[in-house]
């Protein structure tokens, strides 16, 4: 089998690993069995909470609190409901999405509790919030939380009664200012029986949720996750950027308390994020299934664990594709530089051409930086003049990153597309991202795994290149399998997360993919590499051009359609 050949099964490889790992699991029927979750049950409860807007202060709202707490009551929870007054700032936001002048008005949390066999253990806490923006019936955030967390109760029920407490917050004015949560944890006696909290969101109405934020020290809690929860998602590259990030959700109420906490959301479906369309029948059924099936597997455990997870050192951690969440502590981080270093030399002493090297670290310092370019003018072109809607931005999301996968293999074609790369020439390629595995394992060791792990395993196939037997072929093949599958669910959330402001981003998924990609790499003529770059680049101008020429999206939040 020739090397065209390898590259054509590694590359299917990595599409099929790829969309495994952006792909939620089908959702279950609401006649599954009793003690799983099935997102065919928690729809009932999403077509009542969400069949309208249910802004908080609204009659509408006053409806949907009276649902959950029969619903909770009719599962056997002692419920009760807590009432405060929102601070001037939620005032004028509620006034300015319900168009009125009234003073601050009064919310209310509904809090409902499962005992368990032991009450003086700390409990476990569920929250999401059952308020919606202005014009949104919210049926993904936060209706699927909240649905997710009844089916959850209900599930845990069936299996007989926990050893300890499970408190059930669903929070009032999150979307003005965080006020339920602050309320809870700052004023509500029940505060003190919690030991560890977790927080459900949405941004969006789709894909796979993952385990974006944690609580600090986290690695004791990320043990449990690991252990308990069947199919995970998630990674430290999420809750790294997401401390660096201005956003906030309920859990934000934690940081500084004594709770274990842990943070779900999915992010797919962008268009739909505070949208007037994000009704129940728009919703990814299969993003519930997955939320709910995820929380329940840890929510179990929780409940089991004797005693809760307590501090521990940062762990690194990430989902492989699903199938199983690896961690490690960082400074094993240390240890897989080393030995990608020593891969590295290794392939480039064995036939030693230094110009070889010198002329790969060359070319990918030209396909980071002119891959980021071509990215940043690219997106400039796809914005309409004036200041670019937030939200319709998010609804071009899926056009953007076509723009950026053919932006990004335009400059590679351009620049590696005619190159027939030797060992020394691959050990060269990898010494720009070598320097920031340096840099990542240095500054952000929780983080840099996202360049480390890749590079040791392009540098086992690097040095194994060197040999033309078919063990060498098969392990580059599963080097750009894994890789390559890693990168492509990496661009798609980075694309779902920053696309529209930052696509530049997805540089770093391109450079390690085209790594991963050299040991296979048969080089094509130079004439059909520069045409077929030419072919990218020209794709990318045109979406990104139907982008700015198209109107408004129908998806826009009714607040923000006239900016």
């Known amino acids: 089998m020739g090397k065209p050949l390898y590259l054509i099964v590694a590359l299917v490889l990595a599409v099929l690993l790829g969309i495994r790992a952006t792909t939620p699991p089908a959702p279950l029927a609401a006649d599954s069995p009793p003690q799983g979750f099935a997102a065919g049950r928690a729809m009932a409860d999403v077509r009542v909470i969400a069949a309208k807007p249910h802004l908080a202060a609204s009659p509408e709202n006053a409806a949907v609190r009276a649902y959950l707490a029969q619903r909770m009551q009719a599962m056997g929870m002692a419920v009760h409901e807590t009432a405060f007054t929102v601070p001037p700032a939620s005032a004028a936001r509620l006034n300015w999405w319900s168009g009125k002048t009234d003073p601050a008005p009064t919310l209310t949390n509904v809090i409902g ?152 959301a999915f992010i797919g479906r962008p268009w739909l994020y505070h949208s007037p369309k994000a009704v129940p029948d728009a919703l990814d059924q299969g993003a519930l299934q997955d939320m709910g099936a995820q929380v329940l597997d840890l929510t179990r455990d929780l409940l089991r664990a004797e005693p809760l997870p307590g501090r521990a050192a940062d762990a690194v951690f990430f989902d492989a594709f699903g199938f199983a969440l690896v961690t490690f502590p960082a400074w094993a981080g240390w240890i897989m530089v080393a030995l990608a270093a020593a891969g590295l030399v290794y392939a480039a002493l064995h036939k030693p051409d230094w110009r070889e090297a010198a002329a790969g670290a060359g070319r990918m310092l030209a396909l980071i930086a002119l891959a980021g370019l071509v990215l ?59 320097a920031l595995a340096l840099a990542g394992q240095v500054l952000a060791p929780t983080a840099g795994y996202v360049v480390v792990v890749p590079l040791l395993l392009a540098a086992a196939a690097i040095a194994a290149a060197q040999h033309s037997g078919a063990a060498a072929r098969g392990l580059a ?52 590499a520069r045409v077929a770059a030419a072919l990218c680049l020209m794709l990318a101008v045109g979406v990104a051009l139907t982008v700015r020429l198209d109107p408004l999206a129908d998806t826009v939040p009714v607040y923000a359609a006239d900016k």
């Open 113 to 264: 509790v499962l005992p368990g066999r032991n009450r003086s253990l700390p409990a476990v806490l569920l929250m999401a919030h059952h308020d919606t923006v202005g014009g949104s019936p919210g049926a993904a955030d936060d209706t699927t939380g909240v649905a997710a967390l009844l089916e959850t109760v209900r599930a845990v029920r069936a299996g007989g009664q926990p050893a300890r407490d499970l408190i059930v917050l669903f929070t009032d004015g999150e979307e003005v200012g965080l006020d339920g949560s602050h309320h809870f944890f700052t004023a509500d006696p029940l505060r003190a029986h919690v030991g560890a909290v977790i927080n459900v969101e949405a941004r969006g109405g789709g894909g796979r949720t993952a385990l974006f934020e944690t609580s600090r020290d986290n690695g004791a809690a990320i043990a449990r996750v690991a252990r308990s929860v069947a199919r995970p998602a998630g990674s430290s590259l999420s809750v790294f950027i997401y401390k660096l990030l201005p956003n906030d959700t309920d859990l934000t109420e934690t940081r500084g308390g004594p709770y274990t906490g842990f943070n779900f």
């Open 477 to 528: 093949v599963a080097v750009l399998a894994l890789v390559g599958g890693y990168m492509i669910a990496l661009g798609h959330q980075v694309m779902q997360a920053v696309g529209p402001n930052l696509p530049v981003a997805a540089v770093l998924p391109l450079s390690i993919a085209a790594l991963a990609v050299l040991p296979l790499w048969p080089g094509l003529r130079v004439k059909t």
């Open 376 to 434: 940043y003018a690219i997106n400039r072109l796809s914005l309409a003049p004036g200041k670019p809607n937030y939200y319709d931005r998010l609804a071009a999301i899926p056009r953007l990153e076509g723009v950026a996968l053919a932006g990004g293999l335009g400059p590679f074609l351009l620049l590696m597309g005619a190159w027939r790369p030797r060992p020394a020439g691959m050990a060269g390629a990898a010494l720009p991202l070598f």
